[in-house]
């Protein structure tokens, strides 16, 4: 039987990307509705009384690892992040449920972002069954409740495209696009990140991208004029887009990012913490 929409007998099924999607239009109107995704402050001062930075650090590393072993799409581990910090924003919870949360938040996004997705059971299996397929189940409605059913978040991911389109590249450009989604992982693990519109991370992301390739001079003479093309393209201030980008340069060429080739897997149970390292796909960037 002949398979449709670039289907193949084994993996994940695939789609022609529609061009429609990268219009000036559509950038507009991301551009619009980024703010509403967008966690304007800190849960942990306000509203988190048993969480702290690094207990959320470590659940989205777990929650990362799990999308590389499932080999989901870039984007589902940060729609799954940005409804994890949405969700806490509004809603006190203890410590102990913070990796059903995750897990919830990975279940919700895998179902919107890609054809096929996680499996209730094969989530409740990566949390060494401490979370059951019933409470799963129950907190996937509490998530959409709070939430509002409005999952189908902007997220940086939605700009790269658009970015990388209107700022053309003499070659390697799939190497910028994935570089450019790795750093936006990071800087989901990260919660200073969330703070950020995500047209902005996805921005400083690229730029990071190209400028760690060591492209910039190739096709733009300083840092300042491949910053003021992408202000072109977003409307973001100068000043701005090079805070940031200096934030994920300093980031990823940290000592705790430099220690490993691979991210370990990471589960919360009992408290034990793990840092996170870097992945194998940025250690060809130089800062």
């Given amino acids: 039987m002949e398979l449709l929409c670039c289907e193949e007998s084994l993996g994940e099924t695939k789609t022609y990307e529609d061009p429609v999607l990268y219009t000036d239009r559509v950038l507009q109107n991301s551009l619009l509705l980024e703010d509403r995704y967008t966690v304007t402050s800190s849960y942990f001062n306000c509203l988190q009384k048993e969480l702290k930075p690094y207990m959320r650090k470590l659940v989205a590393t777990w929650m990362w690892e799990v999308c590389e072993n499932e080999k989901c799409r870039q984007d589902v581990f940060s729609l799954a992040v940005n409804c994890l910090d949405r969700f806490l924003s509004v809603v006190k919870i203890r410590k102990s449920q913070l990796q059903l949360v995750g897990a919830v938040c990975l279940f919700l996004a895998s179902k919107v972002r890609q054809a096929r997705a996680i499996s209730a059971e094969k989530l409740c299996a990566y949390t060494d069954n401490s979370v059951t397929l019933e409470e799963l189940l129950n907190w996937e409605l509490l998530v959409l409740s709070r939430l509002k059913w ?43 990140f969330s703070l950020y519109p995500p047209s902005m991370v996805a921005a400083a992301s690229v730029g990071a991208a190209v400028q760690g390739l060591l492209w910039l001079n190739k096709q733009w003479s300083s840092q300042n004029e491949l910053l003021t093309r992408l202000h072109q393209i977003l409307g973001i201030e100068v000043d701005c887009l090079r805070h940031c980008l200096e934030q994920i340069e300093s980031m990823v060429a940290s000592p705790s990012g430099k220690s490993s080739n691979k991210l370990e897997a990471v589960v919360v149970i ?17 800062f």
């Fill in 150 to 192: 409005d999952i189908s978040a902007v997220i940086p991911n939605d700009f790269v495209e658009p970015i990388l389109q209107r700022l053309p590249l003499v070659t390697g450009t799939e190497v910028a696009r994935n570089h450019a989604e790795t750093f936006i992982a990071f800087c989901f693990i990260d919660f200073n």
């Fill in 270 to 286: 009992d408290g034990e913490n793990v840092k996170p390292d870097t992945p194998t796909d940025v250690q060809d960037v130089h």
